[in-house]
C-alpha cells in the first residue's frame, strides 16, 4: 500500500494537515478582532448624538426665567439686566429649536423690547406655552 500515492504529494498533504490548524487559528486570531474593531467603529459613527439639550429643558429654563423677569425680584440693576439677557439667549435657543423665527435676534437697542415680545407670540403660536395653567395640562 505504500506505493500508491508519490512521495511528495504524500509529505504535502500531511504538511497541510498538520499546519492548517495552526493557520486556521492564527488567521482567526488576527481577523476577527480587527473585523469587530471595524463593526464596532461604524456602528459608534452612525449612531447619532443630540447636539444640545432637549426642548422640555430648554422650555423648562425659559419658564423659570420668565418667571424671574415677571416678578421683578432682583436685588440690584446687574442682577436684572442679567436675568433678562438670558431670558432673551434662551427665548432665541427655543426658536431655533422650534424652527420658528425669532426677531429678538437680530433687534439692538430700544427695539428689543419690541421684538421680545414678537418672539414670545411667535412662540405661543407654535405651541409653546409660555405661561402654563398650573395644573400641568399644558402641551410642551
Do not use: K
Request: proline content about 7%; overall charge neutral; charged content about 25%.
Amino acid at each position: 500500500m505504500t506505493g500508491d500515492r508519490p512521495v511528495l504529494l504524500g509529505l504535502l498533504l500531511y504538511l497541510l494537515l498538520a499546519a492548517t490548524p495552526t493557520v486556521l487559528f492564527w488567521v482567526v486570531s488576527r481577523v476577527v478582532p480587527a473585523v469587530l474593531d471595524r463593526l464596532a467603529e461604524r456602528r459608534h459613527r452612525n449612531r447619532v448624538e443630540p447636539a444640545g439639550p432637549t426642548l422640555e429643558c430648554v422650555v423648562a429654563n425659559l419658564r423659570r426665567l420668565r418667571r424671574e423677569v415677571c416678578a421683578r425680584s432682583q436685588p440690584t440693576h446687574v442682577r436684572r439686566v442679567a436675568v433678562l439677557a438670558a431670558y432673551d439667549d434662551t427665548l432665541v435657543q427655543t426658536c431655533g429649536l422650534v424652527d420658528v423665527d425669532a426677531p429678538l435676534a437680530s433687534a439692538a437697542g430700544p427695539d428689543r423690547a419690541f421684538a421680545r415680545l414678537l418672539t414670545e407670540a411667535a412662540l405661543e403660536d407654535a405651541g409653546i406655552a409660555l405661561d402654563p395653567p398650573e395644573d400641568g395640562t399644558a402641551a410642551a
